[in-house]
């Protein structure tokens, strides 16, 4: 990928480009992004214009062989690590053995189709979408390994490593010296969406640049013009993503998703509203059924979307609030009848429950509380 194939983030370009002419590279850099902000194809234009022989005018050529290789993301010197575990696609081996060269085929794929896919979509594709991954200590041998051997197109070596907030102790430890020092033109890559729960002794090795969501003219903008979004909708997704392409995608692929948690909101909003505890723990019922554990985070990530909305409605704020036409008068009717102390409090107990659930705790007791927590609340 070049540079000039992503749009926006203009500042993170310059950064890159300037490491990349001046030779003063951080050996270690964690790129903190909302999800699907860009961070990835942010850095492997960046991998593929520090190989490229014939870079020019701040980019890659995009025709040398070296380029072509990161087009197609075979080049030998980088290596992919993601989280991982056991499943439909990793045949007999036990969770502990699995790395992210399992899933190197499913993870091209992807990335090729969508670099700016979510946790969700790579979960998707490896077909372990209800398990709670991790980074594991067979990971970090197969790192070590490789590291230890020298490139293969005597250039840089690099390891592009999605959220280190998913190792475990066990594996940091092993990899903190390689990460502190690693081998001559050795470089680690990492992209985190929480950089709160990185581990410090990872994070304060690492030079942190920040990839900001886009401005929402300008997303609405790559919308219309580079995935023919009518521009109505790309306005309304603009604002609703966040500033974020990835999720923009996806809430546009999944239309239908969409209008069936809006429906399970609305009855749940409902059910409190009018007090009535059995219908309120019917939707908490229908929560846990939602069949993988990354859609009920992605439910959760939903339920605190709509809280906001209702909260900026009721601040006198609907030019922020980014309600779709659709939505328009569900919320507003939700504005009016939701007491005003709500939507924070619905936020705290919401991101409780996203923490739970990456705790791997049962979702029937999780949503159950979720809802009896959001009836006292009201």
């Known amino acids: 990928m070049r540079f000039c194939e992503i749009k926006g983030h203009e500042d993170v370009k310059k950064v890159l480009v300037a490491m990349a002419d001046s030779g003063r590279i951080p050996h270690a850099t964690l790129f903190y992004e909302n999800e699907g902000c860009g961070a990835f194809p942010l850095i492997m234009a960046f991998l593929q214009y520090l190989a490229c022989p014939d870079r020019h005018d701040g980019d890659s050529c995009g025709e040398c062989p070296s380029c072509n290789k990161y087009r197609k993301l075979i080049h030998p010197d980088t290596h992919f690590v993601f989280p991982t ?46 398990k709670v991954c991790d980074v594991n200590v067979a990971e970090a041998k197969s790192i070590l390994d490789k590291l230890s051997l020298t490139a293969v197109e005597d250039g840089w070596k690099a390891v592009v490593f999605f959220q280190p907030e998913k190792m475990n102790i066990q594996t940091a430890n092993k990899l903190l010296k390689v990460v502190e020092e690693p081998p001559e033109k050795t470089l680690f890559l990492f992209i985190t969406h929480n950089p709160d729960k990185v581990l410090q002794t990872i994070f304060s090795r690492c030079q942190s640049l920040r990839v900001l969501p886009q401005d929402k003219e300008e997303l609405a903008g790559i919308l219309v013009e580079d995935y023919e979004v009518e521009q109505d909708e790309a306005y309304a997704q603009a604002g609703i993503s966040g500033g974020s ?134």
Do not use: H
């Open 85 to 130: 575990n056991a499943g439909s696609k990793s045949g007999k081996l036990a969770a502990k053995d699995i790395t992210s060269d399992v899933y190197a085929k499913e993870f091209r794929e992807l990335a090729l189709s969508n670099p700016y896919f979510l946790e969700a979509d790579m979960s998707l594709a490896f077909g372990i979408e209800n």
């Open 245 to 378: 392409l990835g999720v923009a995608l996806s809430a546009l692929r999944d239309n239908s998703a969409n209008q069936s948690s809006l429906d399970l909101f609305s009855d749940l909003m409902n059910a409190l509203l009018d007090r009535d505890l059995q219908a309120a723990l019917e939707c908490g019922e229908a929560m846990a059924s939602i069949d993988t554990r990354e859609r009920q985070k992605a439910w959760c990530a939903f339920m605190t979307d709509c809280f906001r909305k209702i909260f900026m409605i009721q601040q006198g704020l609907p030019q922020i609030a980014y309600v779709s036409e659709y939505e328009r008068d569900l919320f507003a009717s939700l504005a009016k009848r939701c007491p005003r102390q709500l939507s924070r409090k619905a936020l705290d107990l919401v991101d409780n429950a996203v923490m739970l659930l990456e705790r791997n705790v049962s979702q029937k007791i999780l949503f159950c509380d979720l809802v009896d927590r959001l009836f006292l609340s009201i």
